[in-house]
């Protein structure tokens, strides 16, 4: 069911860029020997054929391809050859933070435009939870309100909750890239979560099975410290399936809104208008948003994304609001800046 409901060929063989008739001779060679059947094998020039990385480990030279296995070479390992040993790691290339291309329609996304967009649901029924945001491959970001009920279900190993990625239009499954669910195996709200205060308003989603990267599905990345300032004139947005407004129903399709982001002190005063001189923005949030412009019911738990040097960065948690783009009244993110730490030390890794 893809709606939701919703709640709150390599060529020659080569030694180097040169094909020699010794290299053609021992493939030929290897090939009428059947060598590729065999770990290790030697034909009459010397060659042994072996796996590429056997040859490599024993200190031996590769002279070309053998074998009917991609994998294997004609190695020439000398008899004064010292082993390897271990391989050095190979550090895998990371990505986060690449953005699809923008439309043209204000206020609707285009497909594949945020790829680290997620639903959060119930998995029995589709129920529609928070919105989440993909920041490694088996770890999402939401709000901590949307899921503290969850946390004592999901603790017993219930599959109370799933996670929808790469989705688009939940009316239809006609989509040139089906989503993907996945199961949540952990919940980690952040040990100091007041649900009264909404302070440190923010949660780690794990998955029970890693995602599949595709162009409707990527990572966002996670900021430093000082990456983006209160007040910055960063591009960034905010997106979900929530309504448009308080009057409007949710949408089937993602929206996207680019809000300005607000100095903090600003913001405060903003908000002691609603809740009194006594209210204290805490450092841990951010606010962001403008008449018309603003996250909305069922948009909670969602990211608000910021761009720097092509790659887009979530700088904050959909957490709470007055109305939905009311005049001189931001919206409210828990600002995620702050928990590198706690994200870091949680995952275990590091953005590149």
Known sequence: MNNFVKKSSRGEARVGERTTKMGWALLLSCLVASC?????????FGCHCMGYWTCITRGGTINSYCGLSESSVCCFVP????PVGLLPKVQKVKSCGRKGSSG?????????????HAAVLESRQDLYVCGASLVHETWLLTAAHCVDDYVPYVAEGEPLLKVRLGEYDVSTTAEPLRHEEHFVRKLVLHPEFDNATLVNDIALLKLATSVRRRPNVDSVCTPS??????????????????????ASSHSVVLKEISVPL?????CQTALRQQFGPAYVLPPTAIC??????????????????????GQWYQVGVVSFGIGCGERSVPGVYTRVEAYEQWIRDTIGFTNE
């Open 36 to 44: 590729a059947a065999q770990d290790v094998s030697q034909n009459e």
């Open 79 to 82: 008899y004064n050859a010292k």
């Open 104 to 116: 043209h329609k204000e206020g609707q996304a285009e497909m594949f435009e945020w790829p680290w």
């Open 225 to 246: 410290k000082n990456d983006f300032k209160e007040g910055s004139k960063a591009k960034c947005y905010v997106t979900g399936w929530g309504r448009k407004d308080e």
């Open 262 to 266: 607000w100095n903090n002190d600003h």
């Open 288 to 309: 962001a948003g403008a008449e018309g412009r603003d996250a909305c019911d069922g948009d909670g738990g969602g990211p608000l994304v910021c761009e720097k040097a």
